[in-house]
Structure formats: C-alpha cells, structure tokens
C-alpha cells in the first residue's frame, strides 16, 4: 500500500513557514488505519516491549492501538496538567523555538520494563527525546521509537542516536 497518499501536505499551518503533515485520511479508512498500524508493530515485535508509552496528541491513536495490537499496556505522555497525581515532567524545544513539556505519571513504569515509544510523525525530534528521559528517569528502557510518518530534512532521527526509530512513510 502506497502510504504517502494518506499524508496531506498543508502549507502554513499551523503558523506561516510550517508544513504539516495531515494523517486524517489515513483515520478516516479503516483498512488504511489497520494495515499501517500492523507496519508500525512489524519491526518491534521481536524487541520484547512491556508497555507502549503514546506522545500527545495523535501518539495516543497509534500508540493505544498498538498497544491493543501487541497486548500491552498504554500510557499516555501529557502536556503539563492534564495528569492527576504525581507526575515527572521533562521539557523540549518545539519546532518553531518556543519551550514545551510532557509529563508522565511518576509510577507508570519501573526498573526493567521495556517501553516502545509511538508517534504520529517525527520531525525535530523535541519529543521524542523527552519522551525518552522521561522514561529513562523512571528506571524503564526506552527500547525504540515507531511512528507514522518520518520528515527526512529534519534532525529528528540525529537526535535519537543509540534509539531506534521505524517509520512507515520517510517524507
């Protein structure tokens, strides 16, 4: 299947300068959804997660539905505040400068679990690496990234050396 059809380019959004990547029409065809989500799982079966960690906020589509396909549990990684109870929070740069965190409940992983990490495109990589703090800082692994759509003239994939990261469409 011809992935890149389901990524619409969106010029501008969601500031001037910025091109998104829309994976709307990849949600709205079940089967489309279906087999990108068996893509996503292909190449990290063998690593023995424990736990699927999804980034806020389309991580949480893939992510969960992984987390069903693999027969893990899901946690989700929040924007500050959206969490009750005690959370650990780490910040990262955003795409266009600005700072950003993401919080993770303080107990949801312990010393040896092994946690997959899912998103829905990779682009700077901001999030992705305080995704694997914020895992390292609970005494877990971060064992691999796995996501959608990867933009390729970003250093996203430089900034997760010794991680590694499966996409499904390299943009």
Not at 155 to 160: D, Q
């Amino acid at each position: 299947m011809d992935f890149k059809t389901y990524v619409h380019q969106v010029p501008d959004f969601p500031k001037p300068g910025f091109l998104f990547r829309d994976i709307t029409p990849l949600l709205v065809d079940a089967k489309a959804f279906s087999l990108a989500v068996e893509a996503m799982a292909a190449p990290v079966t063998t690593l023995q997660p424990t736990h699927v960690l999804g980034l806020e906020s389309r991580g949480f589509i893939f992510g969960s539905a992984l987390a069903q396909r693999l027969g893990l549990g899901f946690v989700p990684a929040r924007k500050p505040g959206k969490l009750p109870g005690a959370t650990i929070r780490e910040t990262y740069q955003t795409t266009d400068g600005s700072e950003d965190a993401l919080e993770i409940v303080k107990d949801a992983f312990k010393p040896g679990d092994r946690v997959l990490v899912v998103d829905d495109v990779l682009a700077t990589g901001g999030t992705a690496v305080a995704a694997r703090t914020l895992v390292e800082r609970t005494g877990a692994q971060a064992i691999a990234l796995t996501l959608f759509v990867e933009v390729d003239e970003l250093p996203g994939r430089e900034k997760l050396k010794g991680m590694p990261v499966f996409s499904v469409v390299r943009d």
